[in-house]
């Protein structure tokens, strides 16, 4: 039905471009907009981010603004949001920055950076310490505009079919593992794989692949990877928060009067804090249910964490050094991470051990 | 100007109950209402949060929604906003709900508990974990409804005139903490003191007082605690997080429009991110003064905290066989804080505790 929907009102672009009244678009909307998710329906945390904007901007605008939220593939494939927003095929996208990573590796910082800052970190450099001034200086070339619209927190490692005691048996594993990661690992002798989700299980079960990381306990319950790859790793130390940004055409966003831009901000808050509460509550139970059915939980060996912190260090100053919009944000962002760490050592993360060990000792 | 509006304005409450028309207040509101904040100006980021509140509010309404905001003492007394919303005096308030613990020991829930959860924890608890419904349905015997509305993160454990190395320097120490973590520290042999925070620092430079306990790097260091008591410890084991609670008139809530009901909720849970978020922000700064000013960083003994863990579960008990709201909430946020931290302590402990010690190295 929405496919349908599309095909047929897709002419136009901008204020009003859904040609069609259709039941889902309620009836004298100022505007009606389109926002394409990088997701599938399945990945219902992702695809739910952005259903909760449309229904959250729908209720406090009275109906005002209207969108009709498209899942991956409905409208343009996943790793096209961007563009479709840029070239003004729709209004808005909700995707991950760093799938765009193949135009510029600047779009890596609206997402995470490996051994960067944590969620929690991350909402505090976007929001207060000048990161989303930076990232919108870069995405103006784009023609969108962005704000962060939820977060996974600290993903897992992924899943392996072999132990991995030290970086030695790293070695010619052939990882499914993306982006910036897969560069980094790939220092450290594994053979990064690029294979969309659906084929992740299929591979790991005939080996053509060794290991695969995808989300953490909530998702990768879904896909079962538990049968055919028993080691289960953390930490996912190239995603130590994965924000999801929402991107809006600039000048849709421009144009829009104080009171709905107001709301769009707020509901975007919203949904970037939603989304990190209901996989902070979601994902224990599903850990739970994952141990129960006998996987092996561990952590990545202390060299392996070592040898990635200096080979992606080397790695983003290589790529500091041949493009001005990477350093200016890289350099800012690394220094922020060192004065977070420094605070962020003391009463966070030693009330967290100390809950953890005083937990432990009473189980 | 605003406490002279109020004397003036004072005789009605409810909707457009001040009775003056204000250059601060908007012409043609729907709504005018007042918000008692439990703090003073001078703890911008607390008094700021109702303020940002407030005015997300004002924008997103076009104005319709007016709410000024009070400081503490300026309508009622800090720890009295509860009360003025409960028996109509204004209709909302911005307060720490363990203020009230007085009335009932049920309202620490809404704040923290002693070895309770952490930001994000108590975040999914509330929003996504069954906790806010809890909250509201013990919060309508006082005719009010809560919004989570802002948190402090895990504080500091306070100042020290002389290092504590075991739970036996404990003994007769003359601590300001106050609330339940003061009960359960009186277990461990010391005398809490319950003193206002204009008066900490007198008392500490002259020895009136052993130690005190305020909120973190960014407010203690306004206070000037490290000249008088060059001991600063952590955690806070009392406050894993500390959320601030927005208060609000049940019978104006449940009269309000779907969509400004919308409106509150979105502008609620922008005031609870972005407090977290400054607070994130602008803590490290504030501690690396300090400690550039002499202060001396010590982590609480092992002993001390392993103690009062047991000393708060058994005052925990004590007050559950006597009170059932107690106990209700009291047995579901326990056993969520088991699930929490069972999985807490892979990827998200460990991807701290992994960039801690490799930030470390590099120094």
């Known amino acids: 039905m929405e496919r349908r929907r599309f095909l047929l009102g897709a002419a136009g672009a901008g204020v009003g471009a859904v040609g069609l009244s259709a039941p889902a678009i309620a009836q004298g909307a100022k505007y009606r907009w389109r926002l394409v998710s990088s997701y599938p329906k399945s990945l219902d945390m992702f695809f ?7 229904d959250n901007v729908r209720e406090a605008t009275e109906g005002n603004i209207d969108i009709s939220v498209y899942a991956a593939g409905e409208i343009v494939p996943a790793a096209q949001g961007l563009d479709a927003v ?3 095929t729709v209004e808005l996208c909700h995707t991950a920055s760093n799938h765009y990573i193949g135009k510029d590796p600047t779009f890596a910082f609206g997402t995470t950076l490996p051994f960067g800052l944590n969620s929690r970190q991350q909402d505090a450099w976007l929001t207060e310490g000048g990161g989303q001034e930076l990232l919108d200086k870069f995405y103006a070339k784009y023609n969108v505009r962005s704000f962060p619209c939820g977060n996974v927190g600290a993903q897992m490692g992924g899943w ?4 991995i005691k030290s970086i030695e048996d790293l070695a010619g594993l052939k990882f499914r593992i993306g982006g910036l990661a897969g560069q980094v690992i790939q220092k450290l002798g594994v053979v990064p794989q690029q294979i969309p989700a659906g084929d992740i299980y299929p591979a790991l079960e005939r080996g053509t692949i060794d290991a695969a990381e995808f989300v953490g306990p909530y998702d990768d319950e879904k896909l079962g990877f538990n049968k055919v790859a028993p080691y289960y790793y953390y930490p996912g130390w190239w995603e130590g928060n994965s924000t999801i940004t929402l991107f809006m055409q600039s000048a849709i966003w421009d144009e829009l009067p104080p009171h709905y831009q107001a709301i769009i901000k707020l509901a975007a808050a919203r949904v970037n804090e939603w989304m990190q509460a209901r996989y902070d509550d979601r994902n ?3 850990l739970r249910r994952l141990v129960a059915a006998g996987v092996q939980l561990r952590a990545f060996p202390d060299d392996m964490f070592e040898a990635g912190f200096t080979a992606a260090q080397e790695m983003f100053d290589e790529i500091a050094a041949q493009n001005a919009d990477f350093k200016e944000i890289y350099d800012h962002v690394i220094a922020y991470r060192q004065q977070q760490y420094s605070w962020w050592q003391f009463a966070e993360h030693k009330y ?3 809950m953890i060990s005083a937990l432990r000792r009473r189980r």
Chains 1, 2 share one sequence.
């Open 352 to 354: 967290d051990d100390m």
């Open 284 to 286: 224990p139970a599903a």
């Open 160 to 163: 392996f079919r072999k132990e």
């Open 86 to 88: 840029s070239d003004g």
């Open 48 to 54: 739910g981010a952005a259903e909760l904007f449309a």
